[in-house]
């Protein structure tokens, strides 16, 4: 049996907030324990902050489109932007010593820590798409 649940959010902080809290109770109504509600949470706060801040730029006028699907022991988020896109290839990788110091870059290396897929996708209608999985 599947579930899912679309929001529509504004590109402004308090969304991260909503989203990470509409994913928990999500999980917890489709059976997931604490393993998966600790993972979708750090991977929804830092995809729904990255569609905001670096997708939206803040703009309200372009929301932020987030996706949850629950089957049998499978969790999967979509968060979309409005934006111009990037390649998350140009990220600097944030164990090298080089960016140790960077702030930018950990939450792309958190979410592939934290969930069992990751995938970054261009939109067709413009924007990136982060595709992600848990799996319990």
Same mark, same amino acid.
């Given at each position: ?8 959010l ?9 989203a990470?809290?509409?994913a928990?109770t999500f999980? %917890?109504?489709? /059976?997931? #324990?604490?393993d !998966?509600?600790?993972?979708? @949470?750090?991977?929804?706060?830092e995809?729904?902050? $990255? ?18 699907e629950?089957?049998p ?6 968060? %979309?932007?409005? /934006?111009? #896109?990037?390649? !998350?290839?140009?990220?600097? @990788? ?7 110091? $960077?702030v930018s ?18 939109h ?8 992600m999985?848990?799996?319990?």
């Amino acid at each position: 049996m599947s579930s899912n649940l679309e929001l529509i959010l504004p590109s402004r902080i308090e969304s991260v907030d909503e989203a990470a809290s509409k994913a928990e109770t999500f999980a %917890r109504e489709n /059976g997931f #324990g604490d393993d !998966v509600v600790s993972a979708v @949470d750090l991977a929804v706060r830092e995809s729904v902050a $990255n569609a905001v801040k670096h997708g939206n730029k803040f703009d309200e006028e372009k929301p932020v489109r987030v996706f949850f699907e629950a089957v049998p022991n499978e969790f999967s988020i979509q968060v %979309r932007d409005h /934006g111009s #896109g990037f390649s !998350v290839k140009e990220i600097p @990788d944030p164990t090298d010593p080089a960016n140790i110091l $960077n702030v930018s870059g950990r939450g792309i290396l958190f979410m592939r820590s934290f969930m069992d897929e990751v995938e970054w996708v261009n939109h067709a209608e413009g924007g990136t798409v982060v595709k992600m999985i848990k799996r319990s």
